[in-house]
């Protein structure tokens, strides 16, 4: 069983709709939860990291967690096609130590 | 603030030849971590160092890869022989020692190993 899981894709949404992003994790004791955003060819760059039950909004994207149900999940209001992106769900199990998903890739399109 | 330093940035090799990875931590980051990313796929932790101390490198092929991290700055990934399925990005990255439930890394721009 992978550590955390996430539908590959590819999620298509017209541009100005929500996009839903959804990661589940396999240790309960997990910590934070991170959402890394990687455009083709460069690195993972962070988004929001969320460590406590609810959502947690910055701008446009809103992470949610739900440590009951061991899921997280990302939304991004307005998608903009510069929001194209592959989006990484990281778990954080312990301190300093981090798993990945295979990340899902999201096409907005114009 | 400096990032997180990677070269080389692209690297073709053939098989069974050795390649080398260097990476530039943020300056006061105690914590490296290296990662190999295959296409598709999301990035698995291959060795992670605190100071120069190894924490974690159980997914590490100790038989062709070997990384180090002396004086605990910066460190090299080793792969000697490489073979085909080792071509992917090599990303490092970097973060505080904390114990905070929500500590961040930071990644380097990553090196494309490309093995024919």
């Known amino acids: 069983q992978k550590e955390v899981e996430q539908n590959s894709g590819p999620l298509s949404v017209p541009e100005g709709a929500i996009a839903s992003l959804n990661c589940t994790y396999s240790d309960r004791g997990s910590q934070s939860f991170f959402w890394y955003r990687q455009y083709s060819g460069k690195s993972p760059e962070l988004i929001m990291f969320i460590y406590s039950n609810g959502d947690k909004e910055d701008g446009r994207f809103t992470a949610q967690l739900n440590k009951a149900s061991q899921y997280v999940s990302l939304l991004i209001r307005d998608s903009q096609p510069s929001d194209s992106a592959t989006y990484l769900c990281a778990v954080n199990p312990l301190f300093n130590k981090f798993y990945f998903g295979s990340g899902t890739k999201l096409n907005v399109k114009p | ?116």
């Open chain 2, 1 to 116: 603030e400096a990032g997180v330093a990677q070269s080389p940035r692209y690297k073709i090799i053939e098989k069974r030849q050795s390649v080398a990875f260097w990476c530039n931590p943020i300056s006061g980051h105690a914590t490296l971590y290296w990662y190999q990313q295959i296409l598709g796929q999301g990035p698995k932790l291959l060795i992670q160092f605190q100071n120069n101390g190894v924490v974690d490198d159980s997914q590490l092929p100790k038989d062709r890869f070997s990384a180090e991290r002396l004086k605990g700055v910066d460190s090299t990934l080793k792969i000697q022989p490489a073979k085909l399925e080792d071509s992917a990005v090599y990303l490092c990255a970097s973060s505080l020692w904390s114990t905070r439930s929500y500590n961040e890394q930071f990644f380097g721009p990553g090196t494309r190993l490309t093995v024919l």
